[in-house]
């Protein structure tokens, strides 16, 4: 039963903090048609820049329970990058998805060079500070408050966005500029600003799922296509631009991840593949996405 709580908690955890990646890739898409692979670097930034705020704050006599409100700060403040990113994507719009995948994986290896520059090539972390918080203990089975907080966190974050984009006016108007961007520009949406706040927002989901992790794991230079990797086996699995897919695909393979890390470590991007492709040939357009007609 321990072993089953700690893959069970574990793979929830991971889910959570992917679900913030997926959740701005699928948003991304679904608004502007773009396959954003420079999701995994927004990433790997949130993480480099929340250990630089946390040992800031902490030079600066912050006390050590402030370090979670610093990296959600961190990860906000990065999502100034978005709109200077959105304004390179626009000359590609209109244009083959090729030059859209190939001018986002350019920024994939921009950034590479971006966080080497200013964090060099070792792995950076934050020691044993998620632990600042104490644990959580049910019966024999024990494990960090800072897992709960950051499930609780992107639940609220994965509320929130449903809210935001099923009941608020301007979520009625990013979902209407999804489905048909010529009518809405018609009828008066400024398509521009819209996607400038999409990719912003989807850029600061990313930034703050980096942040959150890195109390748990070290940051390093192979985080971008780590987490590009997995966030794409979470798109195939729940669906291209569906934030129901982007839940239930993250916690599959949260959980198919941390169960092959307890068991057979080997196995790990195998058995999450496996899954994919299962998913692939049985139903191509993923579990919640909707079939081209």
């Not at 090539?121 to 709960?148: C, D, H, I, R, W």
Request: one cysteine or more; hydrophobic letters at 60%; charged letters at 10%.
């Amino acid at each position: 039963m321990t072993s089953f709580f700690d893959v069970l908690i574990g793979g929830v955890f991971h889910a959570c903090v992917l679900f913030l990646v997926a959740a701005g890739l699928q948003l991304v898409f679904g608004v502007q048609r773009i396959v954003n692979l420079a999701c995994g670097s927004f990433y790997a930034l949130g993480a480099y820049f929340g250990i630089t705020a946390v040992n800031w704050a902490g030079a600066h006599g912050a006390p050590p329970w402030a370090f979670l409100p610093v990296l959600l700060l961190a990860g906000v403040l990065l999502a100034v990058i978005g709109p200077l990113i959105e304004l390179l994507l626009r000359t590609v719009y209109k244009r083959d998805e090729a030059f859209q995948l190939l001018l986002t994986f350019a920024l994939v290896l921009m950034f590479q060079d971006v966080l080497r520059f200013f964090w060099g090539a070792n792995p950076q972390q934050l020691g044993n500070l998620s632990m600042t918080y104490g644990k959580v203990t049910l019966g024999e089975v024990s494990f960090p408050t800072y897992n709960v907080l950051v499930m609780a966190a992107s639940l609220a974050i994965a509320v929130v966005l449903g809210l935001f984009l099923q009941r608020t006016r301007y979520g009625r108007i990013l979902r209407a500029t999804a489905e048909n961007r010529e009518m809405s520009e018609a009828l008066g949406a400024d398509v521009r600003w819209i996607y400038t706040t999409v990719f912003t927002l989807g850029t600061l989901l990313g930034t703050l799922g980096g942040a959150l992790v890195v109390p748990t794991a070290a940051a390093s230079l192979d985080m971008p296509v780590e987490l590009v990797v997995e966030a794409f086996a979470v798109v195939v699995i729940g669906g291209l631009g569906s934030m129901r897919g982007a839940l239930v695909g993250a916690l599959i393979v949260g959980l198919t991840r941390a169960a092959a890390i307890s068991f057979y470590a080997e196995l790990e991007v195998l058995a999450i593949y496996v899954i994919v492709i299962v998913i692939l040939v049985l139903r191509p357009a993923g579990l919640f996405g909707k079939p081209i007609e």
